[in-house]
């Protein structure tokens, strides 16, 4: 059981601030996940929490508990690095009960809690193998053992997946929530994939230059991105971005931008209109554009045209890349589009669904 809240967490090295001010709560089951892009501060900010840095300013709190003076050996957490190292020499059983051994745990406790992380992680097979015997999957999950027999409160992970292939990488990602759902141990887990974190998080906060973002759950922060940073982070693919001006003719609202002209209704147009909007980012999910000869029209659809570059067929769907004047678009269609590369195609675009960011501030326009 455990309840970890960072509050006001700053690291600088130098003169360089890597972690400016960040706050959060973590709560006592929860899986919370931290994303942001490589060179963000994640690493030192999981090394804070493990007491393996020292804060420059603000509290690191586990239960209540200030931890910044407590020694990382008595924070009661265990973490998975990017580069774990099994121990060459000795075999899975040894390696998962080395931590404990060191600890002077009883030889029945070591032998029960290693057979049931074996159990857990589907490794009870394995448990003679020397690591070089191991696939690079069988490696991670003796890895991920080593963790579980500690028992800890607390499971830091940092990006515990990167140096495996794709395939074992989504497997993988299935059993760490898997594992999560049974053990139900507060983790905190740090990723650049936001794959990771949409699929893995019951809460997720992006992080970028040293800065928490937004923080939420997964679907809140896909829907309602609170800025442009969060909006092309979120999503794959990303999210298609277009500047244009607004304009006002008998009472409608038009948006014009460079190869294209839409006309605006309800919520959104509303709002453009409170603000006063003149001229904006847009954003619309590649899953919002539709090939308009398969779609139907009706209300809250505009349809407009654009110059098709390339075309991925993925099998339940196809992605066409295309290009409406200097704007260009990921469209998520059906596999039976007719879309060429070369040629003009019309998509509809579900208005409702454009985001509206400022100019200046790129945030989200509420
Ligand atoms: N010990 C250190 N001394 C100086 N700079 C560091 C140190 N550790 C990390 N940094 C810098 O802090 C920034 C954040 O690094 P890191 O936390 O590893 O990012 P991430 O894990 O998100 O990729 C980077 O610019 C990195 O170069
Ligand atoms: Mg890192």
Redesign the pocket.
């Known amino acids: 059981m455990a309840e970890v809240v960072l509050e006001n967490v700053t690291k600088k ?2 003169d ?1 601030t ?1 972690v400016k001010g960040i706050n959060l709560q973590i709560r006592d089951g929860e899986f919370m996940v931290l994303v ?1 892009p ?8 999981l090394r804070l929490v493990a007491g393996l840095e020292e804060l420059s300013e603000g509290k690191i709190l586990i239960n209540g508990r200030v931890v910044n003076q407590v020694p990382p050996k008595d924070r009661d957490l265990a973490m998975v690095f990017q580069n774990y190292a099994l121990y060459p020499h000795m075999n899975v059983y040894d390696n998962m009960a080395f931590a404990l051994k060191m600890r002077k745990v009883p030889r029945a406790e070591i032998d029960s809690r290693v057979q049931e992380a074996a159990r857990i992680l589907g490794i009870e097979k394995l448990l003679e193998r020397k690591p070089k015997q191991l696939s690079g999957g069988q490696r991670q999950r003796v890895a991920l053992g080593r963790t579980i027999v500690r028992k800890p409160s607390v499971f830091l992970f940092d990006e515990p997946l990167s140096n495996l292939d794709a395939k074992l990488r989504g497997q993988m990602r299935a059993e760490i929530s898997k594992l999560h759902f049974q053990l139900k141990t507060t983790s905190i887990y ?1 990723t650049h994939d936001q794959v990771e974190a949409m699929t893995m998080g019951s809460k997720i906060a992006i992080v970028n230059e040293g800065v928490i973002q937004q923080s939420g759950t997964p679907m809140d922060i896909y829907d309602t991105p609170v800025n442009k940073f969060v909006a092309g982070f979120i999503g794959s693919p990303p999210m298609n971005f277009f500047a244009a001006v607004v304009q006002e003719e008998n009472g409608q609202t038009f948006m014009q931008a460079e190869g294209f002209r839409l006309r605006l209704q309800g919520d959104l147009a509303n709002k453009i209109k409170v603000k006063g909007l003149k001229e904006s980012l847009f954003g619309i999910r590649p899953e919002n554009l539709h090939d308009a000869e398969f779609f139907k029209k009706g209300d809250g659809f505009e349809v407009f045209s654009v110059q098709v570059e390339v075309v991925e067929p993925m099998g339940a769907e196809t992605y066409v890349h295309a290009m409406a004047g200097k704007n260009r678009f990921v469209a998520r269609v059906t596999p039976k589009t007719r879309a060429r590369v070369g040629q003009a195609m019309q998509l509809a675009i579900e208005t409702a669904k454009i985001h509206v960011f400022d100019k200046q501030t790129m945030n989200a326009l509420r």
């Open positions: 090295f130098g360089v890597v942001g490589s060179g963000c501060g994640k690493t030192t900010l740090v």
